[in-house]
């Protein structure tokens, strides 16, 4: 016979009141195991079972949910709310999956990086460059971390006068795709855009860095329509954002080189452009002063020149003047007569050395 | 309105100087106008390393929120 303090329901209640059971006692738990039996139902739900040795549950998401690849036999870690459906299945609603575990993570990205690659997110050709002397800049990290620090530090050294805007945000965690996103669509929707674009977050472990391999930031990152660069973890680190960005910085604090040249360098290079100056400015000096030297200098040939004529022209005339002198002529014996040349006339008769005054006897024709 | 020189940012006093460099090197540079040209090239150097070595960044942390 029936207790009478037992609980009774209707099919509906009993569900009611197990998920409200299910919902106070666990809330929202995370589980890690493998996937198996994934699929995607009308483009637009997911199912697969979460799995260990010796137990499996089903698990249910929404496609947007999903933000990393994911196929069977993959180690997963899923944020998950357990629920009863209306028809008494068990089930996971998923909230997020991520990838757990070296390996996993490792299958997770190469296959979102083949799924963009495809598409040609990673295509050079997308690249922009950045501006050589950025005024306006927008950083997205988390303000408080070290790294952000470092490219504060850096950007202080190396330069000045520049408007920076910081966006701080969850750099690790379920949270941070969606924070950065948000970001990164507040940046891109302001009035008057900052030129450049900068993500940065500090060292960490590949779990931590991994809200980088984010398929929709790196998406979102992809369609910014301010130039990106962003510097994630150490050198040695590669995301799937880093390989989207415009430009990839090892680091933060290689961001901040790359953003900003070097006031250092800038100041060396005022001085070599006054040097340049100054070189050209010269070389037009000495050429002008070569140029007149070697006028000054055909002046004078054309001047010597013209002399040594002129003394020819004047020892030809000397030579014909000679030639004419009434002297050079007596000189050869001839003698110049003057006076009247008729019979009984008197003439003078002129030589070299002297005169001769005579009468003339007689005038005949020849 | 033409921008007042202390108005003007580093990187277009920057650009104004490489115009003024390429003028020097140019066809165009005559040596009559080369010492006045010369006098504003030193001058705008003069200004960009004194705002290179006196210019602040301004880092504002915004207080929008993006965790919602």
């Known amino acids: 016979m029936a207790n009478d303090q037992t609980p009774k329901f209707s099919v ?144 202080n050294d190396r330069w000045g006068g520049l408007k920076v805007d910081a966006a701080h945000v969850q750099v690790q965690g379920d949270s941070a795709p969606e924070q950065m996103i948000r970001a990164i669509s507040y940046f891109n929707q302001q009035e008057t855009l900052p030129e450049v674009l900068v993500i940065i977050r500090g060292g960490g472990s590949t779990d931590d860095l991994a809200a980088f391999n984010d398929e929709p930031l790196v998406r979102a990152i992809a369609a910014s329509r301010i130039p990106t660069i962003v510097g994630v973890g150490h050198e040695v680190d590669v995301s799937l954002a880093d390989m989207v960005a415009d430009v990839r910085a090892a680091t933060p604090s290689n961001a901040a080189q790359i953003v900003v040249p070097d006031r250092k360098e800038l100041t060396n290079l005022l001085g070599q452009l006054v040097r340049r100056i100054l070189v050209r400015t010269e070389g037009v000096v000495d050429g002008y002063l070569k140029d007149t030297k070697v006028t000054l200098r055909q002046g004078l040939t054309m001047l010597d020149t013209r002399v040594d004529l002129l003394q020819s022209q004047l020892v030809t005339s000397r030579q014909v003047m000679g030639a004419y002198n009434p002297r050079a002529v007596l000189s050869r014996g001839y003698a110049i007569i003057r006076g009247e040349v008729a019979t009984g006339g008197i003439i003078r008769i002129e030589q070299q050395e002297r005169i001769i005054t005579a009468e003339v006897k007689d005038v005949e024709a020849i | 309105m033409l921008k007042q020189s202390e108005q003007k940012t580093v990187s277009e006093k920057m650009n104004e100087l490489s115009e003024l460099v390429a003028w020097f090197e140019g066809d165009e540079f005559e040596l009559e106008q080369a010492l006045e040209t010369y006098g504003k090239a030193e001058k705008l150097a003069a200004e960009i390393e004194h705002d290179l070595t006196n210019l602040k960044n301004e880092v504002t942390v915004l207080k929008e929120k993006f965790d919602a």
């Open chain 1, 12 to 155: 509906s209640d009993f569900i009611a009141v197990v998920n409200q059971s299910l919902e106070y006692s666990l809330g929202t738990v995370e589980i890690e195991g493998e996937v198996a039996s994934f699929k995607v139902n009308q483009g637009k739900w997911v199912f697969f079972d979460i799995k260990d040795a010796t137990g499996s549950v089903n698990c249910f998401m929404s496609l947007f949910q999903l933000r990393v690849p994911v196929e069977d036999g993959m180690k997963v870690v899923v944020r998950a709310a357990p629920k009863i459906t209306a028809w008494g299945k068990f089930s996971l609603t998923i909230q997020s999956i991520r990838p757990s575990g070296e390996g996993s993570l490792k299958k997770s990205f190469e296959l979102l990086k083949a799924k963009l690659d495809k598409e040609g997110l990673f295509s050079p050709e997308r690249k922009r460059s950045l501006p050589e002397i950025p005024e306006h800049i927008a950083v997205i990290s988390s303000t408080s971390a070290a790294g952000y620090a470092d490219f504060v530090k850096i950007l």
